[in-house]
């Protein structure tokens, strides 16, 4: 995946620069209404264009409006996180067992680690998540790697929150309307 980072706004309405409201010496010229009217023209096909090229470059795998809505401060993985769409890293392999391009998969947490039921970790013996370290989460369904929905245990490392790593978590926020 290309790294290159694009920055993207936050609000749906971009500042775009424009000339400060001054006083005019003397009287305004034609030539100044009309540059006036041609800007005002141009302001609704400049922002559509720079949306579609947002919505172009990251399908193309520059930058994320999904990574750059999400909170600065990882959650607490608490009760709070209960019925909360949360998306999740993962890494997938063919038939051929050759590693495939990570992918966002999304689920609803169904429950939060706890010291009362110890769920044990995946290859471990006797390790046990502590409380609060993972999540029991209700994955939908993805046909086109043949995965039906399922119920898993994923660990919610606050350091891998919102990165775009193995194992990284972030809320699953939908589909992004970019206004084109």
């Known amino acids: 995946m290309n790294k290159r980072k694009r920055p993207i706004p936050n609000k749906p309405d971009v500042p775009v620069p424009s000339r400060a409201p001054m006083p005019v010496l003397g009287t305004a010229t034609k030539q100044m209404a009309l540059l006036d009217e041609k800007a005002a023209a141009n ?26 809505r999400q909170l600065r ?6 009760e709070s996180l209960i019925d909360v769409r949360l998306e999740y890293l993962c890494g997938f392999e063919d038939d051929e067992g050759n590693k495939l391009e990570d992918r966002w998969c999304a689920g609803v947490v ?22 609060g370290e993972a999540a029991e989460i209700f994955w939908d369904a993805i046909p086109e790697a043949k995965l039906k929905a399922c119920l898993s245990i ?17 809320r699953d926020l939908g589909e992004y309307n970019y206004g084109v």
């Open 43 to 68: 302001k609704d096909e400049f922002e559509k264009n720079a949306r579609k090229t947002w919505k172009d470059d990251e399908m193309e795998g520059f930058g994320s409006v999904y990574q750059h």
């Open 73 to 78: 401060v990882p959650p607490n993985v608490d």
């Open 110 to 131: 169904r429950r939060i680690s706890d010291d009362e039921n110890p769920w044990v970790r995946k290859g471990k013996t006797r390790a046990c998540y502590k409380e």
């Open 154 to 170: 994923k660990p919610l490392d606050p350091r891998k929150w919102n990165k775009d790593i193995e194992g990284a978590w972030r």
